[in-house]
């Protein structure tokens, strides 16, 4: 079965750095988008990152751009997530999702395959 499983979460301090991993098994992402998500209590889900298959399309949501960057190495089927300059509004369960190929990366629905999420909390 396909898998997707985040690695990195924490708790670290305001202006702290974070590097989050997302592990695949069971399915090749090198054509996939991947995309990172964060859903913070009472809050819907909130795009974060994305980065197309062949890496000529990179988003990022405003609040992230200059602080945030997604990469991926498929030869480890592994997409991360680095965290710089963290702020408390940042704390959230964070999903790494995989799109086998929709038009819209910003969109949850887009992704066919989602992880458990992993729990990063920034303290002021």
């Known amino acids: 079965q396909v898998q997707l499983v985040e690695y990195g979460g924490g708790l670290v301090q305001t202006g702290g750095s974070l590097r989050l991993s997302c592990v695949t098994s069971?399915?090749?992402?090198?054509?996939?988008?991947m995309g990172w998500f964060r859903q913070a209590p009472g809050k819907e889900r909130e795009f974060v990152a994305a980065?197309?298959?062949?890496?000529?399309?990179?988003m990022y949501t405003d609040s992230v751009k200059g602080r945030f960057i997604i990469s991926r190495d498929n030869a480890k089927n592994t997409v991360y997530l680095q965290m710089n300059s963290l702020k408390p509004e940042d704390t959230a369960v964070y999903y790494c999702a995989a799109d086998r190929g929709s038009f819209y990366l910003d969109r949850a629905t887009s992704y066919d395959y989602w992880g458990q999420g992993t729990q990063v909390t920034v303290s002021s």
């Open positions: 069971g399915r090749t992402i090198s054509r996939d988008a």
């Open positions: 980065i197309s298959w062949s890496e000529d399309n990179i």
